[in-house]
């Protein structure tokens, strides 16, 4: 008697291993998502400094020269009115914020590079949303002015400045640091937009950065300018993040509250910016 025939095994979808294919997955929701964009691209950076700290070394050499010669020099001279303090503590905070505005103002020219070497429009067809990428591109060269802050801030203690050490005022540097370049790669990334040229973006970006340099109190105080660069000082993002970091770094008078709320504003209308340019870059 012959044996009976076996069974057809079940049709199981696990079975072959191909469950997973057949189901889709789950999209993440958004609170999620950007997190994870803005620390993957985060990541990247610190990996490309990793691998070349060149430009570290190169950046800090201007810094230190503002803080050597142009500190030392009006230190001695006493001419301009710092409440009472050396000149060169006065300067300290305001060569961070420019060190760093410096790295992020030029950020544009990464996404034109990421363009045409095509990793651009690869990214823009993901289901990523465009403001998750651009946030997580401004972050991430926050994280590059965060450590370009960190090397100042190691050379300012060199020179005698005296600077606060308590860490709660030290996060709040971290992310005055942060939120400011994030304003200023947006900026970049939202010129990059309009001119679509390496070229250009690096005349205009040029053109920009000593006058926002010079209209803020990185150098002096507001009320020793004329009323006309009063009003254009009251609108840069660059004078708050200074207000911020001298309140938290020498412990003067500050209106944090104020200072914060106008860069997170800031950073919020840079990405939106960017965001909205981002898909004419790509054409």
């Given amino acids: 008697m012959s044996a009976a025939p076996a069974a057809p095994r079940p049709?199981?979808?696990?079975?072959?291993?191909?469950?997973?294919?057949?189901?889709?997955?789950?999209?993440?929701?958004?609170?999620?998502?950007?997190?994870?964009?803005?620390a993957a691209m985060c990541v990247v950076e610190l990996q490309k400094l990793r691998?070349?700290?060149?430009?570290?070394?190169?950046?800090?050499?201007?810094?230190?020269?503002?803080?050597?010669?142009?500190?030392?020099?009006?230190?001695?001279?006493?001419?301009?009115?710092?409440?009472?303090?050396?000149?060169?503590?006065?300067?300290?905070?305001?060569?961070?914020?420019?060190?760093?505005m410096f790295i992020a103002i030029f950020y544009g020219i990464h996404i034109i590079w990421e363009r045409d070497s095509g990793v651009l429009t690869k990214l823009?067809?993901?289901?990523?949303?465009?403001?998750?990428?651009?946030?997580?591109?401004?972050?991430?060269?926050?994280?590059?002015?965060?450590?370009?802050?960190?090397?100042?801030?190691?050379?300012?203690a060199l020179l005698g400045v005296s600077l606060s050490l308590n860490p709660a005022r030290l996060l709040g540097v971290l992310a005055a640091?942060?939120?400011?370049?994030?304003?200023?790669?947006?900026?970049?990334?939202t010129i990059a937009g309009i001119v679509r040229t390496r070229d250009r973006l690096m005349g205009i970006g040029q053109a920009i950065t000593m006058p926002?340099?010079?209209?803020?109190?990185?150098?002096?105080?507001?009320t020793s300018m004329p009323g006309w660069l009063q009003a254009i000082s009251s609108i840069n993002p660059l004078t708050y993040e200074v207000n911020a970091l001298r309140g938290l770094l020498l412990d003067l008078p500050a209106r944090l509250p104020l200072d914060f709320a106008v860069l997170l504003a800031a950073a919020a209308l840079g990405i939106t910016a960017a965001s909205a340019l981002l898909?004419?870059?790509?054409?």
């Fill in 11 to 38: 049709a199981s979808a696990d079975a072959d291993g191909l469950g997973l294919l057949r189901v889709p997955p789950r999209p993440r929701p958004a609170w999620r998502l950007v997190p994870a964009r803005v």
């Fill in 51 to 100: 691998h070349d700290r060149t430009e570290l070394y190169t950046r800090a050499i201007q810094p230190a020269l503002w803080l050597l010669i142009f500190g030392e020099t009006f230190t001695r001279i006493n001419v301009i009115p710092t409440g009472g303090i050396p000149y060169r503590d006065y300067l300290a905070p305001g060569i961070i914020a420019q060190s760093t």
């Fill in 124 to 156: 823009l067809v993901t289901p990523t949303p465009r403001a998750a990428l651009v946030a997580g591109k401004a972050f991430a060269a926050g994280v590059k002015a965060i450590i370009q802050a960190v090397v100042v801030v190691l050379i300012a």
């Fill in 279 to 283: 898909g004419r870059l790509s054409r």
């Fill in 212 to 222: 926002l340099f010079f209209a803020s109190n990185a150098l002096y105080p507001t």
């Fill in 177 to 189: 640091v942060l939120l400011g370049s994030a304003f200023f790669s947006c900026l970049s990334m």
